[in-house]
């Protein structure tokens, strides 16, 4: 009777998400997922060709993991790109690691920002609407504007220089709406 195989391609997966979102993707190597999931290197090798595979596997459950995020965060703002805005800044305070993964690392870049923020439920496409329908000649430019400032403020979180509270943020990007959207 063949042996049950108990180390998964599921629980690799697993154990080398974990591993991103706790010690940074650097550390997803072959050995140390290995180590974490209590097998040597072949099952993870046997289910995957090679690392790189693995590496875009952990980069997918990454994005589909910063979805999710962002359709549970509450929702507060009343002004477009705002509430997409908050959950991006909260994202980087709370999952550090994996905000650097997707938004700010030079790693396995399978999509782009915009794709990884605008998401299957086309999010970016929403708030652009809902900026036109509030009176912007140029919604795209004013996306492009507040969100440098949204990614700036979300990087600040990142060398821990942005110490706004949730209610000082979410006042600040309501007034930069406001601001950016006056000049069109």
């Known amino acids: 009777m063949a042996r049950k195989e108990t180390i998964t391609m599921q629980k690799i997966l697993d154990t080398a998400f974990a591993m991103a979102r706790e010690e940074g993707f650097s ?36 994005a589909g993991f910063f979805q999710d995020y962002y359709k549970l965060y509450p929702r507060r703002g009343k002004a477009p790109f705002v509430n997409l805005g908050m959950a991006y800044i909260a994202f980087a305070r709370e999952e550090k690691h994996l905000f650097e993964l997707l938004f700010a690392s030079g790693g396995p870049r399978e999509k782009s ?26 919604p795209s430019d004013l996306f492009m504007k507040m969100w440098i400032f949204i990614h700036g403020a979300a990087c600040m979180t990142l060398t821990g220089d942005y110490d706004l ?14 601001a950016f959207a006056n000049r069109h």
Not at 27 to 45: D, E, H, L, M, Y
Not at 114 to 120: Q, S
Not at 165 to 178: H, K, P, R, V
Request: a negative charge; glycine letters at 6%.
């Open 27 to 62: 550390n997803v190597t072959a050995r140390r997922v290995a180590a974490k999931a209590g097998c040597s290197t072949q099952p993870i090798f046997r289910v995957y060709k090679n690392m790189d595979e693995l590496w875009e596997a952990v980069y997918q459950k990454a």
């Open 113 to 138: 920002m915009y794709e990884l923020l605008n998401g299957a439920e086309g999010n970016v496409v929403h708030e652009i609407s809902r900026s036109r329908a509030a009176g912007c000649a140029d």
């Open 165 to 178: 509270s949730d209610a000082q943020t979410l006042e600040l990007l309501e007034g930069s709406y406001q």
